[in-house]
Structures are given as C-alpha cells and as structure tokens.
C-alpha cells in the first residue's frame, strides 16, 4: 500500500504513475479526505487539550472540598461528546482513505517499459537460439493426452473446465521438477517452507491480492478464508508486522504449493492445456532484502 504521504508530495508523479500502468485515477477526493483528516484530528486535539484543563479545574476543587460548578460539569460532558463524535468522523474517513489506497497498485520501476498490453514489451537479450524443426510441431497437451500422461476429460468430468489430470509418467515428471527446483534453490541458501493452503483475508490484504482480485480468488465463505493463489501469499505474510534486523537480510524462501485461481485464460481469451488453470502447482521464491538493494537481489541467486 502507498504511503499517502508520498501521494500527498507527488500526486502528479504518481498519477502519471498510474497512467503507466493505464490506470486514470483521480487522487482529488483522497486528498479531500486527508484535509479532512487532519482538521479533525486539530479539532480533536483542542478539544482533548480544554477537556484536560477543565479536569485540572475540578480536581482543584475537589482537593479544596468545594462543590463542583454545573456549569463546569456541563461543558465537561459537552466535550466529551463532540470528541467522541469527532472521532467516529475521524475513524470513518479513515476507513475511506484505507479503503482507496489498498486499490492504488504499485508505482513501477523507471526502468519498467511503458506500453498498452504485451505488443508493446522489449526484447532485453536472446538466450539461444530457437531449433529449427523439419516437421510440425504439437502442442504440449496433444503430446500428452497421445502419451496418456495428461487426461483433460477425466479433469473435466470431476472438476469442470480448466483442470488437468497427470497420470503415470506425468506424475513422476512434475514430482521430479518440482523436487529438482526445491533442492536447487536449499542448494543457493533458500530455507524450505510449506505452508497452509488456506489463508486470511489479512494475508491477502497484505500481499495486495485484495480487494482488487476478490472475484478471481477462490473463497471459504463460512470461514472467510481463501485459497492461495500462489505461495507467496503465505509465505511473504510470516513476517507481516515483524521487525527484521538488517544483519538478519536477506531472508531467501522456497516453497512449493498447489495455487488456485478463478480466472482462466488471458485477458478474455480461453487457453487449452495446462496453462492458467483452476489449480495448478508451483514453486515460489521469495526474498526479504533491503530497499537499497532490492534490484541487485532480483537479479542474483
């Protein structure tokens, strides 16, 4: 979530931001909470400082075993109450200006490309070269449905569309790279994690799958849980709310999980074979780093 105070000192950077990412948003009503926002919290503070000196008041005279003045006891209560109001006010327009910012996605990199969908992507550099091939091609699920390694309308009969069942040698292939990708990376210092599948609205919140993709997560009503739409939902949140030593970074995770996703396709377009599907499996990385070198880190193991 964006600090409103980097919004506050930047809106046109940021709003320009978001027009990167093809987002028009108008930051007006935000800043017309955060003005409000401070005037209550003045207001509040004012009110909180006349109600402690008129608590002085009626302590002297307590001590001097004098009656207490109506008057005074009536304008105690008066306070009280207008700050009591002014700090429901205060907790609604801060439940507004929550609710906008956990909606703000974040500001890209400069070094990021700024286009409409994928057509406008640069190529960086070419590994290899692609293999010229002297008959036609298949795809990977025409491949694997002739190998009777993938049954797609075994899938669909116990699930519905876009699942996949891997039966022998598919399975032990999947196993396999899931098992060498795991060892590889304990291999280059990651710590090996497995996690619930299920995980709480909070969790979600904080990796920034909510609110915006309420509707492509996976949801236990009854329990207000969610299905982990990758793992780095949960394992990026065992550190929510901590406090890391910076001689303790980086912290470097691997685990892998089943990931579950209500969208399918890509952008509208319906896909075949295992690619964005319900439920698929996947083995996620997540690194713990300092701002200052968090590009460095991206790059390296």
């Known amino acids: 979530m964006l600090d409103i105070k980097v919004i506050r000192e ?27 926002r401070k005037t209550i919290i003045g207001k509040i503070e004012q009110l909180r400082f006349k109600r402690n000196k ?3 008041e009626i302590c002297k005279l307590k001590r001097k075993s004098k009656k207490l003045p ?6 105690i209560n008066k306070v009280r109450d207008i700050i009591q109001e002014q700090e429901k006010q205060l907790l609604t327009i801060e439940k507004h200006i929550k609710d906008f910012l956990l909606r703000i996605p974040n500001i890209p990199d400069k070094s990021v490309p700024i286009g409409k969908d994928e057509k406008d992507n640069k190529i960086i550099r070419f590994v290899g070269k692609p293999e010229k091939l002297s008959f ?21 009969k116990i699930s519905g569309p876009h699942f996949a069942v891997l039966k022998n040698e598919g399975c032990v ?43 492509d997560s996976f949801k236990c009503a009854v329990d207000d849980l969610y299905l982990i739409p990758t793992a780095e939902v949960p394992v990026t949140n065992i550190h929510r709310d ?25 952008y509208g377009k319906d896909t075949k074979g295992l690619i964005r599907n319900h439920q698929f499996n996947k083995v996620e990385l997540v690194k713990f780093v300092k701002p200052e070198t968090s590009s460095e880190e991206l790059i390296c193991t």
Request: net charge negative.
């Open 10 to 36: 930047n809106v046109k950077e940021v709003k320009q931001a978001m027009l990167n990412r093809n987002l028009n948003i108008s930051f007006d009503q935000l800043l017309n909470w955060d003005g409000e």
């Open 54 to 56: 008129e608590s002085e």
């Open 70 to 75: 109506a008057e005074l006891l009536a304008e």
């Open 136 to 156: 036609k091609h298949k795809h990977h699920w025409e491949i694997g449905e002739k190998l009777g390694i993938i049954d797609f309308a075994a899938a669909s």
């Open 173 to 215: 292939l999947e196993r396999a790279i899931i098992s060498f990708f795991l060892d590889m990376h304990k291999e280059k210092g990651y710590k090996e994690i497995t996690t619930p599948y299920l995980v709480n609205r909070t969790s979600m919140t904080g990796t920034g799958q909510l609110p915006n993709l309420e509707e």
């Open 242 to 266: 901590d406090v890391l030593e910076e001689s303790a970074l980086p912290q470097k995770y691997v685990s892998y999980s089943a990931c579950f996703r209500r969208e399918s396709g890509s």
